[in-house]
């Protein structure tokens, strides 16, 4: 698969890192001579942030190229993703050259954020609305306006890069989402304006309150919360009257003087101006993957993305049993991998390896599982955020109600660097005790151990069930 990327800004960079980080061959078209730093330092975040989401390894990464030949980026393209600056008239010049330069089942989607498909496609151009949320390559949010069945093309292929696409039913300025931010930036600057609060309280307000509520909930589900057992309808009855009330002065604009532009801008400076962009950029992610990892536990709001997109990637097959990429998150005070998540990683190479002999979810479902009673973790070498991770699994011992499992941790270049040995008995989960496992669970162990019969014992092992 092949995506031009039409302008390589910020939002660009991001289209063309979320593209190429599952697999995409990606072609940038950027007059800016700068254009191949910037998606670079766009793409660096990008690797550090994205596989941090998922559990199983993205694809391949494609291949990146830059060209100055509009031709050649958007010739043989499955995705041509224009993000120029928001002006009609470039935007109708651009998408004229791509209507008669891309493949004619091309997708042609444009990031704008406020123009209706209308009115870019007034002068004959073949292209939707495909608005992104920054940052692309880890918020799943794409709006999509215009013809259905172009819409239909495009919404397929964001599921496959792991996004969620909304189709907005009417075309009205700004779609949906921008809407909102739009209300909440005006009552922002009333906010500042007035003397009632500075940049960073107002931050605060959102992000250590209904910020995180909307994350997971939205606005709707939210209020129908807040109407206790009776619901949503109660929430209406008791909270309606404040609609008539003088809350906010959403119609009521302030003027966008200098000095309000200088007030705000101070305001921020002092709040974040200790800390680069790019800084700003790597904590701002740290952050969104923590809560979405929280959330994609739970198949919430946008870990239910991740959790749907993760289930499409292949699955490992044995010996290995984990190949993931060591988030930032795992990492302590000491800069390297916290000790818990050498167990952890332990713990999901086990639940891969009962998958993989027929314990699986249906079989849990059907009342038999194994529950671990023993562990022992010895600790060889450090691991840091962003180093590859894979644990090789080996059976000692399937035989009656034991599973004993021996687990190595490797890094990236082969180093080894933990052991996890696990002893497991087999349950019955509606009595809650011990019993000899399901038939086909039973063969596929007995089949394994002869394969591994004659084979030494591996260095470390033996320190569980004695």
Avoid at 86 to 95: F, G, N, P, Q
Avoid at 270 to 282: F, K, P, V
Wanted: charged share 25%.
């Amino acid at each position: 698969m092949k995506a031009a990327i039409i302008g390589g800004g910020v939002i660009g960079g991001g289209w063309a890192a979320r593209f190429l980080l599952n697999g995409w061959d990606v072609v940038v078209y950027d007059p800016d001579p700068e254009a191949e730093r910037k998606i670079g330092e766009v793409l660096a975040n990008a690797r550090r942030a994205l596989p941090a989401l998922y559990d199983t390894a993205l694809p391949f990464e494609g291949t990146l190229r830059f060209t100055a030949d509009l031709a050649e980026a958007c010739a043989g393209a499955d995705w041509v993703q224009e993000s120029v600056p928001e002006r009609l008239d470039i935007k109708h010049r651009v998408h004229a050259e791509l209507t008669a330069l891309s493949p004619a089942e091309a997708v042609i989607g444009s990031s704008t954020s406020g123009f209706k498909p209308s009115e870019l496609t007034a002068e004959g151009a073949r292209v939707i609305v495909a608005h992104p949320f920054n940052p692309v390559y880890l918020l799943p949010l794409i709006e999509l306006v215009g013809d259905t069945d172009h819409c239909a093309r495009a919404a397929t292929l964001l599921r496959d890069i792991g996004m969620y696409p909304l189709y907005v039913r009417k075309e009205i300025d700004a779609h949906i989402a921008d809407r909102f931010l739009e209300a909440v930036w005006r009552e922002a600057l009333w906010l500042v304006k007035d003397g009632i609060a500075t940049t960073e309280e107002i931050d605060e307000a959102i992000r250590m309150g209904f910020g995180l509520r909307w994350a997971q909930m939205g606005l709707f589900e939210t209020y129908r919360v807040a109407g206790g057992e009776a619901g949503m309808k109660h929430f209406m009855a008791q909270f309606g009257p404040c609609l008539t009330w003088p809350w906010t002065k959403l119609m009521d604009v302030p003027e966008f003087t200098d000095e309000l532009v200088d007030l705000i801008a101070g305001q921020s400076d002092a709040q974040s101006g200790h800390m680069s962009i790019r800084a700003l950029e790597r904590l701002r992610d740290d952050n969104l993957v923590g809560i979405m990892r929280a959330l994609k536990h739970s198949g919430s709001g946008a870990g239910g993305v991740v959790a749907r997109h993760e289930a499409t990637l292949p699955k490992t097959t044995q010996p290995v049993t984990q190949d993931r990429q060591v988030p930032q998150i795992w990492t302590d005070y000491n800069g390297h991998m916290n000790e818990a998540h050498f167990l952890e990683t332990g713990s999901k190479a086990t639940d891969r390896f009962m998958e993989m002999v027929g314990a699986d979810a249906d079989y849990i479902a059907g009342g038999l599982s194994y529950f671990t009673v023993e562990n022992h973790v010895r600790y060889l070498d450090e691991v840091h955020a962003g180093d590859r991770l894979r644990a090789e699994t080996r059976l000692l011992s399937g035989e009656g109600k034991k599973l004993h499992l021996f687990h190595t941790l490797l890094r990236g270049d082969g180093t080894a660097v933990a052991t996890v040995e696990s002893l497991l008995l087999h349950v019955d989960l509606a009595t809650r005790k011990s019993c000899l496992p399901g038939d086909a669970v039973a063969r596929a162990l007995a089949a394994m151990t002869k394969t591994l019969a004659g084979l030494p014992m591996p260095e470390g092992a033996g320190k569980v069930g004695r």
